[in-house]
Each structure stands twice: as C-alpha cells, then as structure tokens.
T-cell receptor, first 114, second 112 residues
Framework: DTGVSQDPRHKITKRGQNVTFRCDPISEHNRLYWYRQTLGQGPEFLTYFQNEAQLEKSRLLSDRFSAERPKGSFSTLEIQRTEQGDSAMYLC????????????FGEGSWLTVV | DAKTTQPPSMDCAEGRAANLPCNHSTISGNEYVYWYRQIHSQGPQYIIHGLKNNETNEMASLIITEDRKSSTLILPHATLRDTAVYYCIVSDSGAGSYQLTFGKGTKLSVIP
C-alpha cells in the first residue's frame, strides 16, 4: 500500500500523559499536513510542512501540541499533558507542492483521553 | 469558514444516480473545486477535482457551471458503500495555499 500511513490507529491514554502519533506520507510528496477531527465536525487544519520546514503552525491548538518532520519524510505529532478535550481523530495528509495537486489523507489516529 | 454551501443530507435509491450540489459563489480564478468523502470512522477519501471543465473519473463526474459559482458531483450508480459524508471544498491547494477548509458536508444515505 503506497498511501499515507498513520500509527497507531487507536490510542487510549490517561489525562496528563503525553502521546505521539507518526505519519508516513506518500513517498514522492513533499508536503505533509496534520488535521484534527472531532465528532460531528469536518477535519480542522492544524499545521503543515514542506519538506522538513514547518511553514504554518499558528493553527496548532495550544503549546501542548507540537509537530516535527526532521528529515522531510515521516512526521510526528506530539500532544503533551493530554486533556479530555484532546479526544479526537488526528489525520495526516500529504501532497506535492504544485498548484492543483491533490491532498491525500491517511486513515487517522483515534485518541481517547480518559 | 468554509467557502462552500451544501445541503446537510440527501437520500438516494441504490442503483440510481446521486447528484450532490455545492454552491461556491465566492470562488476565485485560481481555486479548484475538490470533492472528498468520508465513510464512518475513516479518513477523507479524494474523489475528484476540477477548475473549469467538467471532469470524470472511475468514481464520479464533476459538473462545474460556466460561471464557476456552483458544481454538482454525480455518482452514476449509487451503491450502499457510497453512504458517506461528502465534502465540497474550494482551494488552490498548491503553490498559493496549503490547506483544505472542510465544512459540514452532505450526509448521503443510499437506500436499498
């Protein structure tokens, strides 16, 4: 499967713990995006990378959220000191940077904070 | 805010064509119309996109009006597996932009 891959698919954590999600984009894609989706809502943009550079991070929900893409390939999204309100599906997507190119999504990582 | 307006829900009989409308009256010249769908608990799935001309692929057809202010996604022979939330999005999603802004979409129910 050469699509966007996310791991883990499901995570249950206790409030206050840190969690990390990994995303492997489609191999020739230089842009990588993170979105969050809560129940009943459409996906909400969080941040994106072009190669290893994080070009937009103002939409990250708080300073507890951080993302990295150190070598311009896979990316991680970390949530520190999780809160119950962080329970959501975290989606990764990738694309090429040319105009009109399609953004492809992974299957998402479900987070439940108890 | 999303730049598109879609009906919140629609029903379609299995085997019939599903026609999903979308209004995007403020679309700019370099923005494409994208359609995605999301089946329960899965990530959004790309369906089709277009700029000015009508487009067709193995999944669907996209009809864009001449003034580009609205479009229709057509699933020619809907099956039960097409039951999903369908999102219409306008974006240049490339050199000039970096994100897709999702609205609430249209929940399509395919009825046996």
């Amino acid at each position: 499967d050469t699509g966007v891959s996310q791991d883990p698919r499901h995570k249950i954590t206790k409030r206050g713990q840190n969690v990390t999600f990994r995303c492997d984009p489609i191999s020739e894609h230089n842009r990588l995006y993170w979105y969050r989706q809560t129940l009943g809502q459409g996906p909400e943009f969080l941040t994106y990378f072009q190669n290893e550079a994080q070009l937009e991070k103002s939409r990250l929900l708080s300073d507890r959220f951080s993302a990295e893409r150190p070598k311009g390939s896979f990316s991680t999204l970390e949530i520190q000191r999780t809160e119950q309100g962080d329970s959501a599906m975290y989606l990764c997507a990738s694309s090429r940077a040319d105009s009109g190119n399609t953004i492809y999504f992974g299957e998402g990582s479900w987070l439940t904070v108890v | 805010d999303a730049k598109t307006t879609q009906p919140p829900s629609m029903d379609c009989a299995e085997g019939r064509a599903a026609n999903l409308p979308c209004n995007h009256s403020t679309i700019s010249g370099n923005e494409y119309v994208y359609w995605y769908r999301q089946i329960h608990s899965q990530g959004p799935q790309y369906i089709i996109h277009g700029l000015k001309n009508n487009e067709t692929n193995e999944m669907a057809s996209l009809i864009i009006t001449e003034d580009r202010k609205s479009s229709t996604l057509i699933l020619p022979h809907a099956t039960l597996r097409d039951t999903a939330v369908y999102y219409c999005i306008v974006s240049d999603s490339g050199a000039g932009s970096y994100q897709l802004t999702f609205g609430k979409g249209t929940k399509l129910s395919v009825i046996p």
